[in-house]
């Protein structure tokens, strides 16, 4: 604030002094919302796209996914994979899903692996409470896109629900469980993976 010569503030000054400061607030709060705001979903890569040819089969090539967690990051797939990747299908009420974030806590920090949670609810808010609650340190998404043939990511690429998808650094699916009971032979083959690799 100036002060005059009369002792009197010069309202021109505090105006404009008052004006920056909410311009620039306005404006850290928007970039703030721009960044977290992005939509968590799975969108498929240019060749999907194009042919509808999804690659999600046991011994197949897997094609880019790119996607965005309910963080706001963006990812994609063959970033993730210099090391294997385990996709979890799971949904907010399956006590069986609650129950295998314990194993799969253990699989991440024993085999150092990539891990991306896909919820098919789509609960962002409830999602990222679930996360923090549960210390899931991965990326979480929501399968909420229509991209895929018009259907979600898990319909879209002729996977149903499974439980989770194992995989490999060389960009192919090395097995597919379609119960949360795999959650057992899942460890199994990693171990027997790292012990190969």
């Excluded at 024993?110 to 340190?137: A, S, W």
Aim: hydrophobic fraction near 35%; charge should be positive; charged fraction near 20%.
């Amino acid at each position: 604030m100036r002060i005059n010569k009369t002792g009197n503030f010069n309202p021109i000054f505090s105006l404009s002094n008052f004006l920056f400061l909410a311009f620039l607030v306005f404006g850290l709060q928007s970039l703030s919302a721009q960044s977290s705001n992005l939509k968590p979903n799975i969108a498929p890569d240019e060749f999907t796209a194009k042919s509808g040819n999804t690659g999600w089969q046991e011994g197949k090539t897997v094609p880019n996914l790119k996607f965005n967690d309910i963080n706001g990051k963006k990812s994609e797939l063959y970033s993730l994979l210099e090391k294997p990747v385990i996709f979890e299908f799971y949904t907010l009420d399956c006590k069986a899903c609650t129950a295998n974030k314990k194993y799969l806590k253990a699989f991440f920090k024993q085999f150092n692996i990539n891990i991306v949670g896909i919820c098919t609810d789509e609960y962002p808010n409830q999602i990222r409470k679930m996360t923090r609650e549960q210390g899931l340190h991965w990326a979480n998404i929501y399968d909420d896109s229509k991209k895929f043939s018009g259907k979600t990511f898990a319909k879209g690429s002729g996977l149903g629900d499974p439980a989770f998808v194992l995989i490999l650094p060389d960009k192919t699916v090395s097995k597919i469980y379609n119960s949360p009971a795999d959650v057992k032979k899942l460890g199994v083959d990693l171990q027997m993976y790292f012990s190969n690799n």
